[in-house]
């Protein structure tokens, strides 16, 4: 079947609320994908991070494989053997107390709105059903109905509501906004340390710890949501820690699973997440024994192949040549480690252009906002691999000059 009949077939019984690039994908081993013509691609967008082992990873595989044919679901309502060495793992690698596990980016968020809540009423005492909880502008944190509620972006929100109350929006990396926003009833600041489907969009030096400050000092709840910069990506472990800082609730996501299954967790100090008692909150399969398992093999990996110190050394390279390519067409460069958004001039030239235009020399990137090309390669990549990707970019941006 060809390419376009695939895509055919596909658009005649599933909901058209994506615009994939035109191919069909069918293979992929490391950082290289397959279509179903046998045609290579370099995987330059990580399914937005979730993919930083690569495809397929052999150790990755085999631990689903022997977890599989032990037990995959049982749900909370029994322990399992394998969900304290995940947690215990994660609490480890991150200085936190508890975990909380989930399924998917989104849940983590939902899960640490509820946690901050709760908190907000049984410990800061604020009256109930008026805790506020601040966002910034720009925001992306999944596309639940809540989440949607305190986008600032029309698209995710139109003809959905009505909405959930009880967010205030800020303007992003603006210290002195978040302060002039708080009352007695914030109960949580939630926010991204870089802003991911925005653009790739980083703050000043000294942001998150102006943040961690003002928190502190008006006893609220600083909730990091690193689904996507989170596990190495940025050339850290977590990306709180370029500036030293401690959130008081981290969310994971995404590379959390391996590229496998989808796998999340809220982290958090035990006087925080111990607030969640039993029948709070739940899901059958969050922490279930095949995606622990998977988890807790994907946190050694990125621990004992040290990719946070690799995302480090190639980011910075990818960087340095990103804003080496002169171009009119490019607006700005924005990054840290294996994290880059190359923003184009829109009255020149569509990202989506850009992107189909790399396709055809076997790179895979995506568009954010029409404007921004992402970069987000996964962490295993080398730099044979990325020179490939870059070169593309390169030759991409001079013909279209």
């Known amino acids: ?90 609490c480890a690698l ?40 601040i966002v910034a502008a720009n925001n992306f944190h999944g596309r639940t109905t809540t989440i949607i509620s305190f986008s600032t972006e029309a698209l995710y929100r139109k003809d959905f509501g009505p909405y959930t109350p009880g967010f205030k929006v800020i303007p992003f990396a603006d210290a002195e906004a978040l302060e002039k926003a708080i009352t007695p009833h914030v109960c949580a600041f939630l926010v991204e340390p870089i802003q991911g489907e925005a653009g790739i969009i980083v703050p000043p030096e000294g942001w998150l710890r102006d943040i961690r400050r003002i928190c502190t000092k008006h006893n609220i709840l600083l909730i990091l949501d ?31 699973g391996g590229g496998i299954l989808p796998i999340s967790l809220v982290l958090g100090r035990r006087d925080v997440l111990s607030l969640m008692t039993p029948g709070s909150h739940g899901s059958t399969f969050g922490g279930n024994p095949l995606a622990c398992a998977i988890a807790h093999e994907a946190l050694c990996l990125l621990e004992e192949e040290h990719l946070d110190q690799h995302s480090a050394e190639l980011g910075t390279y990818m960087l340095e040549r990103l804003r080496r390519i002169r171009s009119p067409l490019i607006k700005e460069v924005r990054g840290k480690g294996l994290w880059a958004g190359v923003e184009f001039s829109p009255e020149a030239i569509s990202a989506r252009e850009v992107c189909e235009k790399l396709l055809l020399k076997g790179v895979l990137s995506k568009e954010t906002h029409s404007t921004v090309v992402r970069f987000a390669p996964p962490l295993i990549i080398t730099k044979a691999e990325l020179d490939f990707g870059l070169e593309a970019l390169e030759a991409v941006v001079k013909e279209m000059e």
């Open 1 to 90: 079947m060809s390419t376009k009949n695939f895509i055919q077939r596909e658009a005649l019984v599933c909901a058209p609320n994506y615009n994939p690039l035109p191919v069909v994908l069918s293979k992929g081993n490391g950082v290289w994908l397959w279509d179903i013509k046998g045609h290579k691609y370099l995987d330059m967008m990580s399914a937005y991070s979730a993919m930083s082992f690569g495809h397929c990873h052999p150790r990755l595989v085999k631990a689903m494989v022997q977890q599989a044919e032990k037990v995959t679901l049982t749900s909370r309502a029994f322990h399992t053997d394998q969900l304290a060495p995940f947690l215990e793992k994660a």
């Open 94 to 133: 991150s200085g936190f107390d508890m975990g909380l596990p989930m399924n998917t980016g989104a849940e983590a968020v939902e899960t640490a709105l509820k946690i901050a809540r709760r908190w907000g009423y049984e410990v800061k005492g604020i009256p109930f059903d008026q805790a506020e909880i």
């Open 226 to 256: 690193e689904v996507q910069s989170g596990l190495g990506r940025t050339g850290k472990m977590f990306a709180f820690q370029h500036e030293n800082i401690r959130p008081d609730m981290l969310l994971l996501g995404k590379g959390l």
